[in-house]
């Protein structure tokens, strides 16, 4: 079955960096576009990054352009989230997403705390 399993989350000060990781299996992942969403405390969630098939390309929101980058080791069935200059806006639970036989699939979230 499908599963995705995030990890990386934690305590981290504004300006420092986290890499988020995403593990995935039980489908191709290489052909599926693979998504990272986040949702912090008393908000829905949102879509962070976009990330194509095979090509790798991304699209972001605007709130994290310039300083998130996503990308996917198709080799390794894992997509990433690299995360710079972390503000304490970005706080949030950041779940990875994936379309797949025409049904959403989640993992199960990594907290991301910015904080001094």
């Known amino acids: 079955q499908v599963q995705l399993v995030e990890s990386g989350g934690g305590l981290v000060q504004p300006g420092g960096s986290l890499r988020l990781s995403c593990a995935a299996s039980?489908?191709?992942?290489?052909?599926?576009?693979m998504k990272w969403y986040r949702q912090a405390p008393g908000k829905e969630r949102e879509l962070v990054a976009h990330i194509s098939t095979f090509c790798g390309s991304t699209k972001y929101a605007d709130s994290v352009k310039g300083r998130f980058t996503g990308s996917r080791d198709n080799a390794k069935n894992t997509m990433y989230l690299q995360m710079n200059s972390l503000k304490p806006e970005d706080t949030a639970v950041y779940y990875c997403n994936a379309e797949v036989y025409g049904r959403g699939y989640w993992g199960k979230g990594t907290l991301v705390t910015v904080s001094s």
């Open positions: 039980g489908f191709t992942f290489s052909t599926y576009v």
